[in-house]
């Protein structure tokens, strides 16, 4: 492993790293960013990722070390926390970050993890990418085996939606619907019901659900401010409410996926 000292702001061999506050630039270069030495040590173990190089403080290295002995073709510069804070222009990643290549693009079609899993999620116009980092990791932590886009969803590789995450986008399988809504029939064709998850009066209560729950299962998540768009609606197998106390209109998003994909996985583990 190549250890590189740096110690001059302009140091061309950080020029990437520079631009990690652009996420457009970053994604022009075919790159993202991880931070913090546990997003770090995520994309480190992923076989499908490729990290071309590290910036990290020596104490980050040092806790790294492990994962970096032998990697004879990995750049990894090595600076004090003055100096990634004046490179970079923030101080939230605890000296450590890595930029990875952004993989190729994939639709559904695409996506072998949809085969396998009882349990996907879909998400439709989720713009915050806080809230895309937060449903990642719900889905990660309740077993959903993919994860569904469509086009104007938030980035999963934005960096913040990875650290909210704690790398779960770099570990959950996902890909982009490009036939919004009408792709969904494939995920039938597949064996799963989809679900959506609305504020409906008329959907089914989720403990109602739950009770008689299909054994594969595609929780469909709308945007954060109208929720799942009429056609999408319209083209689920099931809509499903979380009942709420008098006076409360709605959840933020990612809370509700986590709620919703708590006990539909409860569901499944109870059949096992």
């Known amino acids: 492993m190549p250890i590189l000292p740096v110690d ?3 140091d061309p061999r950080l020029a990437d790293y520079s631009g990690v506050p652009d996420p ?5 270069r075919g790159l993202f960013v991880a931070e913090s030495r546990l997003v770090v040590r995520e994309l480190l173990t992923h076989s499908r990722l490729t ?3 590290l910036l990290v403080t020596q104490p980050a290295l040092d806790s790294l070390r492990d994962l ?5 073709t990995l750049p990894i510069y090595v600076g004090s926390p003055a100096l990634l804070k004046g490179v970079i222009g923030y101080a939230v990643h605890r000296g450590s970050m890595a930029l990875g290549e952004r993989p190729a693009p994939r639709t559904d079609l695409e996506l072998p993890a949809l085969r396998e899993s009882t349990l996907a999620v879909v998400l439709e116009q989720i713009g915050n990418p806080d ?11 309740f ?3 993919a994860v569904i886009t469509t086009s104007n969803c938030a980035d999963p590789l934005y960096r913040k939606a990875i650290r909210t995450s704690l790398g779960a986008t770099l570990r959950l399988p996902y890909a982009e619907m490009p036939d919004w809504p009408d792709g969904l029939t494939r995920l039938e064709s597949l064996g799963y019901e989809t679900v959506g998850l609305t504020l409906d009066d008329g959907a089914i209560p989720l403990e109602t659900f739950v009770a008689s729950a299909p054994s594969r299962m595609a929780l ?6 109208s929720g799942i768009s009429d056609r999408a609606l319209a083209t689920v197998r099931h809509r499903v409410r979380i009942p709420m106390a008098p006076g409360i209109d709605s959840l933020n998003v990612a809370t509700a996926s986590g709620i919703a994909l708590y006990r539909l996985s409860a569901r499944s583990r109870d059949r096992t």
């Open 68 to 72: 970096v002995e032998g990697r004879e």
């Open 220 to 225: 469909v998540l709308g945007s954060e401010g």
């Open 24 to 28: 457009i630039l970053l994604r022009h």
């Open 143 to 145: 077993g959903a085996g």
């Open 131 to 141: 809230n895309v980092g937060s449903i990642f990791r719900n889905a990660a932590a």
């Open 51 to 53: 990290t071309r190089s």
């Open 8 to 10: 001059a702001l302009d």
